[in-house]
């Protein structure tokens, strides 16, 4: 298997995943042959409340404690480990230095929204350019002041978008320098490669990855790895189609991919 490590993984509280225990992840993940696998779920955050997108912060011990037995449990077959995925808003840097990098073995940056009211997501079809640029500084700022294991879907705020632009390329080259200047990873997230096609001027592609962000990822000094972001145990086990199809996409480009994994 090209790539034997996951740290993209939820669960059922995320309140958008496949409803499942969460060992089934685990028994799909040693099926496939990862030998580590990650669970990310989206965090909680503690003054706000979004059943649809992310555990309420009265599951985190739950999650915690559940992820943990599996840990013991499958300890002979398979490297577990727990963590969260978590946009990157200033107000909450106290919070993600206090509560979740101490509870969680690690933490990836998912930014899908502009704001902590979920206010605007850069996945729901839209396009302003002012508010893509707030993802840009955003990323920026996180990178700089969270320890981040990773940065997911860097390329998720390209999904509304119908052009890659100027600002496109701006906000991709930002992105990319902070990158390369924190070391941290860039995820090719493969999570909507075998999902319905959008319509863009390029012509009709998934959403991400977006080749026209990996065309400058390129061009940094980064590292890049997969990440199933799996809200579904099937796809651990659906790797050669998705690697194949996001091959296609990245298809010429020089990409440093990691091949041994990072906890
Ligand atoms: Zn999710
Ligand atoms: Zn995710």
């Not at 955003?138 to 705020?157: K, M, N, Q, S």
């Not at 995820?187 to 075998?194: D, G």
């Not at 972001?229 to 298809?251: F, G, R, V």
Request: proline share 5%; hydrophobic share 35%.
């Amino acid at each position: 298997m090209r790539q034997n490590f996951n740290y993209h993984t939820h669960t059922y509280r995320c309140g958008h995943a496949v409803l499942c225990e969460d060992g089934e992840y685990a028994r799909a993940a040693i099926e496939a042959g990862f030998a580590t696998l990650g669970f990310s779920d989206h965090a909680p955050y503690p003054d706000r409340s979004k059943p649809s997108d992310r555990m309420d912060y009265g599951q985190m011990d739950d999650y915690l404690r559940s992820i943990a037995s599996l840990r013991e449990k499958h300890a002979d077959q398979l490297e577990i480990r727990v963590g969260f995925e978590m946009e990157y808003f200033p107000e909450y840097q106290d919070y993600i230095e206090k509560v979740l990098l101490k509870k969680g073995e690690y933490l990836i940056c998912g930014q899908h929204y502009d704001h902590p009211d979920a206010l605007f997501d850069y996945a729901g079809g839209q396009s302003d350019r002012e508010r893509l640029l707030t993802y840009g500084r955003l990323i920026e700022e996180g990178l700089h002041r969270v320890p981040f294991l990773y940065l997911a879907h860097p390329d998720y705020f390209c999904a509304g978008i119908r052009e890659f632009d100027d600002t496109c390329r701006q906000i991709s080259h930002q992105i990319c320098q902070a990158a390369a200047e924190t070391g941290t990873p860039l995820e090719v997230n493969l999570n909507h490669l075998l999902k319905p096609k959008r319509h863009y001027a390029d012509g009709d592609h998934c959403i991400y990855p977006f080749r026209q962000f990996w065309q400058i990822a390129q061009l940094y000094p980064v590292r890049c790895l997969y990440g199933y972001d799996a809200h579904d145990h099937a796809q651990l086990k659906n790797s050669a189609a998705l690697l194949a199809a996001c091959d296609t996409i990245l298809e010429g480009l020089k990409l440093d991919f990691i091949t041994q994994p990072l906890l």
